[in-house]
Structure formats: C-alpha cells, structure tokens
Nanobody, 123 residues
Framework: QVQLVESGGGLVQAGGSLRLSCAAS????????MGWFRQAPGKEREFVAAIRWSSGGTSYSDSVKGRFTISRDNAKNTVYLQMSGLKPEDTAVYYC????????????????WGQGTQVTVSS
C-alpha cells in the first residue's frame, strides 16, 4: 500500500522560504514519477512540479519556475519542494502525488495522493 506523508507547511511572510517534504513508503519507487500539486480556496487543483525518481528529470509550472525546486533523496524515499520568493498567491494546500507514468502524474490523475499540507503566505 503506497503511502505519502507531507510535512513542512506553515505561515510565512511574502518573500520568505519553506521546504515541503513528502515521505513515500509501500513499494519501490524507482521508475515512478513524484509530483506536487496545490489547491487554493475556491480554485481547482493545479500542477506545481514533478520529478522522475530514476533520472531526476524535472518539470515546473510557469507560475513557480525559478522560485521552486523539486528534488528527491533516494535513500530516504523522500521528495522535497523548496519554495523561495513566496507570494500571497502561493497560499494553498500542497499535495504530494505519485504514479508509474509521467503523464499521469502531471495530468493530476495519479492513483496515490498525500493528505496535504497548508502553506499560507502573508503580505
């Protein structure tokens, strides 16, 4: 049973930084894709970033490119989202997700999701 547990959310002032973590368990994730999505109140869930577990290849949404960095630690089975230059519009619940294909994860149709962690950016 795949489990994803996010942590690291909180309240930060605009311009500040946070690092989110997603601890994955339940199987070997080599070959899988890990992703981060977010959902703000009243808005649809949107793609933030994704990383291929094996190669480390990444992709970002235009809204976070240059400010956020996704990375993974194979030994710890953990994926990170380093967020800097935070803006009030980054306020949302951030979700970790995974599945066996890149397109499934980026499309937001993954089978496996974490419970989410709240990020609030004050102006």
């Amino acid at each position: 049973q795949v489990q994803l547990v996010e942590s690291g959310g909180g309240l930060v002032q605009a311009g500040g930084s946070l690092r989110l973590s997603c601890a994955a368990s339940g199987r070997t994730f080599f070959g899988y894709t890990m992703g981060w999505f977010r959902q703000a109140p009243g808005k649809e869930r949107e793609f933030v970033a994704a990383i291929r577990w094996s190669s480390g290849g990444t992709s970002y949404s235009d809204s976070v490119k240059g400010r956020f960095t996704i990375s993974r630690d194979n030994a710890k089975n953990t994926v990170y989202l380093q967020m800097s230059g935070l803006k009030p519009e980054d306020t949302a619940v951030y979700y970790c997700t995974t599945d066996s294909t890149w397109t499934t994860v980026v499309a937001g149709t993954s089978r496996f999701w974490g419970q989410g962690t709240q990020v609030t950016v004050s102006s």
